[in-house]
Structure formats: structure tokens, C-alpha cells
């Protein structure tokens, strides 16, 4: 039979000491008073630390309904908290279902008391009187008091944040499609490891859903500390990116998108003012819709208005990307498919041109050409018809615009152009076709090509379509058609005339694309109509 220790002693029969029972008893009372009075003492915390986070913040307000106090793992909860911008209060810009902070026993093992911060279901809203209010402010985000204000709820320095199914919406124009982020994970450890060198000593994960279906994932190493602002750099990954959602935004420059899915990988790197560098491996755009807007002169009158409200500037502070000098921007390969198309809603009658069934694809393109020229080949159907080839290869641009451009346009039916014929020659057509060939050269501030439209088997007036059509337009498509017969060659009916294209640019300091919208539009649609004008009476 085994013996039995007597009370007292350790299993070798040796004496515990009185002290250490005594000590292991009066813990035990204090944690199980701790315990009891835990709740009385949450309240007076909850509202200290309520004061002390709107003391320390400036523009925003902070309302913190409970908290939860861990006193075996010296650990806080903050729950529901909420925040607001002074400015807009309504809706508040975040919502926190909980916030815990605790310290990191990692990082105590080696010497280090430092925190571990978790938001768990933040929710972060964002619409676009918040955001110029934001932008317009002379406080700097990060003047505004947010690391003090969370030093107030927890006095340590914080080593490494988690956000758990964290929601972000940012509402433009148009509440119907607002930009918006569910199931946010993150996590970034070793914050307050400082860079040596200039490398990036934190790693850091990111994944989210994007819009309804797509999704988006960002993985690297960054310089929380760096100054003056945090540096990172890491390989991203964009899948199924529904392109609507961002209509409102792509409207302040006159771009509609209304369908299209995106895809994307590459590297990404940012620092102070925004991206430093953005590099393709790989860019598809599918099934796109985009047309661009020409806007009538008229709107001239509501951009002074904004202006004068002061809305215009902020939109512009809102929306200005990074100094192009200092953004690289690299696509190794990007493949759009979809409908292309520019509306002029300041001719009579409106009209739209469009390239259908589009398949565009672009090779080492970099806004700073460090790997050779780029390659743009491209292949559509113009106004649904006309089969387009053209292809053009850009290179550096450190002595301006330097490129060759080449199109062909061949067969596009010409009563879908008659908007574009009403506008420009008030007239239109009930048969024929059209085709179009340019060959353009820019280099060293100069330019050299041509371009030649060509109509075949024009029919200009039909007394069956323009039976409601007054006398004197009838008179005047009469005079068309004839003019048009008058210039056909014989045997191939065919309408041409040749624009020649040679000596120096207007403006050597315009883009490349300013240069080629320039050229579409004085010279492709001086043209298409070539000579009739001139050769009225």
C-alpha cells in the first residue's frame, strides 16, 4: 500500500513552506475581488478612456459604449466603438464591433513589452463630403492624434495589428455603386522594427473582396517606422474586378465604363505621395464598355460654378494621382476586349463613334521606356462593320513624343456614320461605305504621314427617308450627291482624298496621346468630308 504524504509536506514528504501558502491564498482572494469588483470599476475606465481619446484626436470624435477588462491576460476590449468626423458626423466613418488589445508574449520572451492590437469587424465608411473635408483640412492624417488616441486605451507601444472580416465602402456620385472591400484580413508584424539600409523589416498580408465577386490579395515586407511617411513594397494579385463600380469615378475625367471584369498580377510599391512603382506581369480587361465624352462648351459655366464653391479644387486634391515624374509604371503584357467608343455631345446632332468586338494588346509598355519601345496592336470592327488593324510602337519620350502609328479601316457601312455626317456636313447617306488609311511618323518635335478616307457606292439622298425633310436640305443633299458623282472614279465609285501630314508639332510638350486625339480630330474629320463644303455654291 502506498504511503500517504501527511498534509503539509510534497510527495517526498518535504514541509510546504507556510509563506508560500499564504502568499498562493491572498492571490487567490485578490483575483477573486478582482474579479467581483471587475464590472464597477469598467465604467470609470470606459469613460476615462473615452475623454482621453477625444482629448488626443483632432477633427474626429470617438463614443465608446462598454469595454471588457482581462485582468489574468493584462488584456482591454473596446466594444462598438464608434467614429465620427466632426465636420460630417453623419454617417460615422468607422465602426469597431471590438477592438482588443493585449501584450504580445512573443515578444516579451525576448525582452520587448510592446502590444498586440485586433479589430475585429471594423467597418469603415467613407463618402465624398468626408473625403474633401479630409483633403481640404491643413491637418495632416497623420497629425490627427490616432496612435495617441490608441496609446490611450492601451499605454503600450503596438508591435503587430490584426483586422479580422473588416469591411471598407468609399460612396463618390453614385450610392448604387460604391467602392467597396469585405472580408479585410491583415495582419502586419514587427512594426517597431526600424529599417537599416533602407530595407523593409516588417512583413505584412492582405486579403479582401472586392465588389461583389472579385477579389484581391497583397503580400510583402514594408518600413512602418520610415519617415516621413511608412515605405512597402509586395506582389499583388487581382482577380475577377467587376470594372462598374468604378464609373463614378472615371466620370470626373469623361469616362463612362458601364461592364467589363478585370484581372491583374504584379509588384507594388508605395511610399511618400502615394505609388512609387506599379508593375504589370499581367493585365486582362474583358468585355469592357468604355466610351470617353467630349462635353459641350457650355459646361465651361458649371466648371466655374464649382469653382467658385470651392468643389472643384477639392475634387481635383481627391482625385490627383502621384507625380507622374516619379511613378514608374511597367505593363509586361495587358490583353482589352469589348466596345470602345467617344461620344461628342457638343456637335448637332450628338453622336457617338465606336470600335466593336475590340481586342487590344500591349507589350512592354513603361511610362519611362527603361526596356525598349512598347508595341500596341489592335483589331475591332469600326461602328460594327468596318474591319480595323492598326498598330503602332512607342518609344522613349525624353526628346518628346516618338512614335509610328499605322490604321486601316476597311468597308464600314456608311449609314451608321450619319450622326457624324449630319454634325460635320449636315447631310447623311442611305448607302455606301467607308474605309480610311494613315501612316504617322513623330520624332524629334516633327511629325510625317498621311491619311486618306475613301467612300464607295455613296447614296446621299433618298426621297423615301427624307420625305419629312425640308426643301432647301433636300436642295442641299441633292447638291452632295451629285458633287459626289462629279469626283467618284468610274470604275470603282469610289469618293477619295488624300490629307498630307508634315512639319513641326503645334506643341512639342503634348502627350503622345494629346498628339494622336489632336490628329483624329482636326484632321480624320476634316476628311471624311473631302471637299464638298468647298465645292457648294
Same mark, same amino acid.
Given at each position: ?15 510546504? $513552506? ?189 486579403? !479582401? ?18 519617415? $516621413?511617411? $511608412? ?160 498598330? !503602332? ?140 463644303? !468647298?465645292?457648294?455654291?
Amino acid at each position: 500500500m502506498q504511503r500517504q504524504s501527511p498534509p503539509g509536506r510534497g510527495r517526498r514528504g518535504l514541509p510546504v $513552506p507556510k509563506w508560500l501558502l499564504w502568499v498562493v491564498g491572498i492571490l487567490a482572494v485578490l483575483l477573486v475581488l478582482a474579479l467581483l469588483a471587475a464590472p464597477f470599476f469598467e465604467e470609470r475606465v470606459r469613460a476615462t478612456i473615452e475623454g482621453q481619446m477625444n482629448q488626443r484626436l483632432d477633427g474626429y470624435s470617438v463614443r465608446l459604449p462598454d469595454i471588457d477588462l482581462h485582468l489574468i491576460g493584462f488584456a482591454i476590449s473596446l466594444k462598438g466603438l464608434v467614429i465620427t468626423q466632426d465636420a460630417h458626423p453623419d454617417p460615422p466613418v468607422a465602426r469597431i464591433g471590438r477592438l482588443r488589445a493585449s501584450v504580445e508574449w512573443r515578444q516579451l520572451l525576448r525582452g520587448r513589452l510592446v502590444a498586440d492590437f485586433l479589430f475585429d469587424q471594423p467597418v469603415v465608411y467613407l463618402n465624398l463630403p468626408q473625403l474633401r473635408q479630409e483633403m481640404e483640412d491643413e491637418v495632416r492624417v497623420e497629425d490627427r492624434g490616432w496612435r495617441e488616441a490608441l496609446e490611450a486605451a492601451y499605454p503600450l507601444d503596438f508591435n503587430l495589428i490584426r483586422v479580422r472580416d473588416g469591411e471598407l465602402t468609399y460612396i463618390d456620385r453614385d450610392p448604387d455603386r460604391p467602392l467597396q472591400a469585405r472580408q479585410i484580413q491583415f495582419l502586419a508584424e514587427d512594426i517597431l522594427t526600424a529599417s537599416t539600409d533602407g530595407d523593409y523589416p516588417s512583413p505584412f498580408s492582405l486579403e !479582401a473582396q472586392i465588389f461583389t465577386d472579385g477579389h484581391g490579395s497583397l503580400t510583402g515586407r514594408a518600413a512602418f517606422l520610415a519617415e $516621413p511617411a $511608412p515605405e512597402l513594397a509586395g506582389r499583388f494579385e487581382l482577380r475577377q474586378i467587376p470594372l462598374e463600380y468604378f464609373g463614378p469615378v472615371l466620370g470626373r475625367i469623361n469616362l463612362i465604363v458601364t461592364q467589363g471584369v478585370g484581372d491583374g498580377a504584379g509588384e507594388l510599391e508605395l511610399g511618400e505621395g502615394g505609388v512609387r512603382r506599379l508593375h504589370f506581369e499581367s493585365l486582362t480587361l474583358e468585355e469592357v464598355k468604355l466610351d470617353y465624352i467630349l462635353a459641350p462648351e457650355d459646361g465651361a459655366e458649371n466648371d466655374r460654378e464649382e469653382k467658385e464653391n470651392g468643389s472643384a479644387e477639392a475634387v481635383e486634391k481627391v482625385t490627383e494621382g502621384p507625380d507622374p515624374s516619379r511613378l514608374l509604371l511597367q505593363i509586361d503584357e495587358l490583353r482589352g476586349t469589348g466596345e470602345l467608343g467617344l461620344v461628342n455631345k457638343g456637335a448637332d446632332p450628338e453622336y457617338r463613334i465606336f470600335l466593336y468586338q475590340s481586342d487590344l494588346r500591349v507589350s512592354n509598355y513603361s511610362n519611362h521606356f527603361l526596356d525598349g519601345p512598347a508595341q500596341v496592336d489592335l483589331q475591332a470592327l469600326f461602328m460594327g462593320s468596318g474591319e480595323v488593324k492598326a498598330s !503602332a510602337t512607342f518609344r522613349s519620350e525624353q526628346e518628346g513624343p516618338d512614335f509610328d502609328l499605322q490604321i486601316g479601316v476597311v468597308d464600314t457601312r456608311l449609314p451608321a456614320m450619319n450622326d457624324l455626317l449630319r454634325a460635320y456636313g449636315n447631310f447623311d447617306v442611305v448607302a455606301g461605305f467607308f474605309s480610311f488609311f494613315a501612316e504617322l511618323k513623330v520624332r524629334g518635335g516633327h511629325i510625317e504621314g498621311y491619311m486618306r478616307p475613301l467612300f464607295r457606292d455613296m447614296e446621299v439622298y433618298d426621297r423615301r427617308q427624307d420625305e419629312d425633310k425640308g426643301l432647301f436640305q433636300k436642295l442641299y443633299e441633292g447638291v452632295i450627291g451629285a458633287i459626289s458623282g462629279l469626283l467618284e472614279n468610274t470604275p470603282r465609285d469610289e469618293v477619295a482624298t488624300q490629307v498630307e501630314i508634315s512639319g513641326p508639332l503645334d506643341d512639342p510638350d503634348m502627350s503622345t496621346l494629346q498628339i494622336i486625339a489632336g490628329l483624329v480630330r482636326n484632321a480624320f474629320f476634316q476628311a471624311i468630308l473631302p471637299g464638298f463644303e !468647298a465645292e457648294l455654291p
